[in-house]
């Protein structure tokens, strides 16, 4: 059971490429969730979809698009980079909804030059 | 509009001491609580949470304190270890909505 799962670790983009963040869970978890982390603050949250084939915009979803695949899966997409996207990208898992306990993945460290 | 703030953005204790994190919060319809704690280079990571209906909680070596009357949550930590370093977030929800509102962390380090 390996919890959630997130792909690339690390990311180095230039400015104006887009790249796709890939997240899965093997909890069967309803909701996902995509926060972003940057230095000294809280977790943001981006984007949640509630259950498949819902999506949701959270706190700061201008840049980005997501795409919740099937039960499992849920890609966070940035069409062209910029460099305030520069941060730490974690998806979270919940069985029910945001008011149940989130698990987190380990990050995607992004750089965008 | 709600906010989730911490009374220190880092802490330092003894190797053996408790330690006592802090966190305010100021929408009074938050009804359940979490404190995750985020070591360097990972997720962050559940280990606590508590409900309006409660008041205390405890885990292993773990204890979350609710006051309502003044908003305020803390964690506290018994005999604090070399691996009880890290960041810790407290976070808040209330019933029916849809994020979990998170605050800045306070950094926890352990000196031996």
């Known amino acids: 059971n390996a919890g959630v799962t997130q792909t690339p670790k690390f990311q180095v983009l230039k400015t104006g490429q887009s790249m796709t963040l890939q997240c899965a869970q093997d909890?069967?978890?309803?909701?996902m969730y995509w926060y972003r982390q940057d230095p000294g603050m809280g977790l943001r949250l981006i984007y949640y979809?509630?259950?498949?084939?819902?999506?949701d915009k959270g706190e700061v979803p201008n840049g980005y698009n997501v795409s919740r695949l099937n039960k499992r899966e849920f890609s966070l997409r940035l069409e062209s980079a910029a460099p305030s996207q520069t941060s730490v990208y974690f998806c979270?898992?919940?069985?029910?909804?945001?008011?149940?306990?989130?698990?987190f993945g380990p990050g995607t460290r992004l750089t965008v030059l | 509009g709600e906010s989730v703030g911490l009374h220190l953005p880092t802490l330092s204790v003894q190797e053996g001491d408790n330690s006592i994190i802090n966190c305010a919060y100021s929408?009074?319809?938050?009804?359940?609580f979490i404190w995750y704690k985020q070591e360097s280079g990972k997720g962050p990571q559940f280990i606590i949470d508590?409900?309006?209906?409660?008041d205390k909680r405890q885990g292993q070596r773990v204890t979350v304190l609710l006051n309502k009357t003044v908003k305020h949550l803390s964690l506290q930590i018994a005999a604090t270890q070399p691996g009880d370093s890290a960041v810790y977030f407290c976070?808040?929800?209330?019933?029916?909505?849809?994020?979990?509102?998170f605050g800045q962390g306070t950094r926890l380090t352990i000196n031996p």
């Open positions: 976070a808040e929800i209330s019933w029916g909505a849809q994020k979990l509102v």
């Open positions: 909890m069967n978890h309803n909701s």
């Open positions: 979809s509630a259950s498949e084939g819902t999506t």
């Open positions: 929408n009074s319809a938050s009804d359940y």
């Open positions: 508590i409900r309006s209906n409660m």
């Open positions: 979270a898992s919940s069985e029910y909804g945001a008011g149940d306990t989130q698990y």
